[in-house]
């Protein structure tokens, strides 16, 4: 049982370019979220999705989109990468079922952009 | 926007001893969350307490609140130094349950 794991671990992109992180996870959770963390803050809502096929912008949606083809995964893509999405960024997942939703948090993504 | 804020921002103190964390927060609430974050990691879930209670404990873990004045608090008694890490407290967002809005984070070092 893996968990949530992130694919890649660390990448590197120039302005403009484009780039998906994967998120994946073997709990058979409904609810998958993906977080942006910048230094000396918390966490902060990029997309997330209530099941397969759906999702919905959180707090900080611009210049990224997802995608929820199976119930296992959630992509993010930059479709043109800037210097300010230089991030961490943290999969969850959560079950459906009674809140409250306790998460569980993938191991982080961090991405330059220069 | 930050529904939890926590206070202090960092917090340094010798192994045995207790820290304490605090957290504020502005709208209603169903249930708090308590994470940790060790460096370089994702967040763990630690603790959680709903608004009908008002103090709760996990091993050395207690955490209490008190709705009227939006504030939680974290203790950790007889610290060690695996304890260094980031905490953060998570209330659940106004428009769903599901969704978490997290604090910025308080910093604990504990010294051997």
């Known amino acids: 049982n893996a968990g949530v794991t992130q694919t890649p671990k660390f990448r590197v992109l120039k302005t403009g370019q484009s780039m998906t992180l994967l998120c994946a996870q073997d709990?058979?959770?409904?609810?998958m979220y993906w977080y942006r963390q910048d230094p000396g803050m918390g966490l902060r809502l990029i997309h997330y999705?209530?099941?397969?096929?759906?999702?919905a912008k959180g707090e900080v949606p611009d210049g990224y989109n997802v995608s929820r083809l199976k119930k296992q995964n959630f992509l993010l893509g930059l479709e043109s990468a800037a210097p300010s999405q230089t991030s961490v960024y943290f999969c969850?997942?959560?079950?459906?079922?009674?809140?409250?939703?306790?998460?569980?948090f993938g191991p982080g993504t961090r991405l330059t952009v220069t | 926007s930050q529904q939890g804020e926590e206070d202090p921002q960092a917090l340094s103190i010798q192994e045995g001893e207790n820290a304490t964390m605090n957290c504020s927060y502005k709208t209603s609430i169903n249930n708090l969350q308590w994470y940790r974050q060790n460096s370089g990691r994702g967040l763990v879930h630690l603790i959680l307490i709903r608004s009908n209670e008002r103090e709760k404990h996990s091993g050395r873990l207690r955490v209490t609140l008190d709705t009227s004045k939006k504030s939680s608090s974290l203790l950790i008694t007889a610290s060690r130094a695996a304890d260094t890490a980031s905490y953060f407290c998570?209330?659940?967002?106004?428009?769903?349950?599901?969704?978490?809005?997290f604090g910025s984070g308080t910093r604990l070092l504990v010294r051997p």
């Open positions: 969850a997942s959560s079950y459906i079922g009674q809140p409250p939703y306790e998460q569980y």
């Open positions: 709990m058979n959770h409904e609810y």
């Open positions: 999705s209530v099941g397969e096929g759906t999702t």
């Open positions: 998570a209330t659940d967002a106004p428009d769903s349950s599901y969704k978490l809005i």
